[in-house]
């Protein structure tokens, strides 16, 4: 049984910092492209990060390049998202995703509609 479990989400003021992390269960953690998503309140979800650890590769949005880092434990079975310089845009409800290998490239990281798995979610307000 799969399963993917959010954390580390809150609030925090603009300009602030948070690690967001992803513990997952019942598969194969590093044959998988992972990634996170985000949905803020009436607008679509989208595609924030992804890592295929097994090829060094990662995909980031570009509202979020430079400022987001992705990265994952394979000894914890956990995924992580490193959100430094969090912007009033940056609030929403992050979902860690998982799913087959051949998602991990352009563009297709970011299709939600590709991914196998995902968790509830934790949720990200900031205040300016």
């Known amino acids: 049984h799969v399963r993917l479990v959010e954390s580390g989400g809150g609030s925090v003021q603009a300009g602030g910092s948070l690690r967001l992390s992803c513990e997952a269960s019942?598969?194969?953690?590093?044959?998988?492209?992972m990634g996170w998503f985000r949905q803020a309140p009436g607008k679509q979800r989208e595609g924030v990060a992804a890592?295929?650890?097994?090829?060094?590769?990662?995909y980031y949005a570009d509202s979020v390049k430079g400022r987001f880092t992705i990265s994952q434990d394979n000894a914890k079975n956990t995924l992580y998202l490193q959100m430094n310089n969090l912007r009033p845009e940056d609030a929403a409800m992050y979902y860690c995703?998982?799913?087959?290998?051949?998602?991990?490239?352009?563009?297709?990281?970011?299709?939600?509609?590709?991914?196998?798995?995902y968790g509830k979610g934790t949720l990200v307000t900031i205040s300016s």
């Open positions: 995703t998982a799913g087959g290998i051949g998602r991990c490239r352009d563009p297709y990281w970011a299709n939600f509609g590709g991914v196998d798995y």
């Open positions: 019942g598969y194969t953690f590093n044959d998988h492209c």
């Open positions: 890592i295929f650890a097994g090829a060094g590769v990662t």
